[in-house]
């Protein structure tokens, strides 16, 4: 079984940074794909940013694109989410998830197998 752990939420003001760490404990494979998501109060969980575990590629909302940077760090195990340039909408609960999806839309939350608890993103 993996369990991931989110960090690195907090409060800004708009237009500052952060970067928000997923530490997967546990085997995890080589094929996964790994991801963000945030979901606000009222709204829907949405994806924010993947990487591919096969080839590390990249995918991202439009709503990040240019501002948020999704990257892994494979010898420690760990996901993390570059946020620059952020904004009152920015504002949510953030999840990291991994799990293979074979070719199932990297948006979609419950494909992941394996998902956060979360950490709180607040830009006022």
């Known amino acids: 079984e993996v369990q991931l752990v989110e960090s690195g939420g907090g409060s800004v003001q708009a237009g500052g940074s952060l970067r928000l760490s997923c530490a997967a404990e546990g085997y995890t494979s080589g094929d996964y794909c790994w991801a963000w998501f945030r979901q606000a109060p009222g709204k829907e969980r949405e994806g924010v940013a993947a990487?591919?575990?096969?080839?590390?590629?990249?995918y991202y909302a439009d709503s990040v694109k240019g501002r948020f940077t999704v990257s892994r760090d494979n010898a420690k195990n760990t996901l993390y989410l570059q946020m620059n340039g952020l904004k009152a909408e920015d504002t949510a609960m953030y999840y990291c998830?991994?799990?293979?999806?074979?070719?199932?839309?990297?948006?979609?939350?419950?494909?992941?197998?394996?998902r956060g608890q979360g950490t709180q993103v607040t830009v006022s």
């Open positions: 990487i591919a575990g096969g080839d590390g590629s990249t």
């Open positions: 998830a991994a799990g293979r999806l074979r070719g199932k839309d990297w948006r979609l939350p419950h494909e992941y197998r394996y």
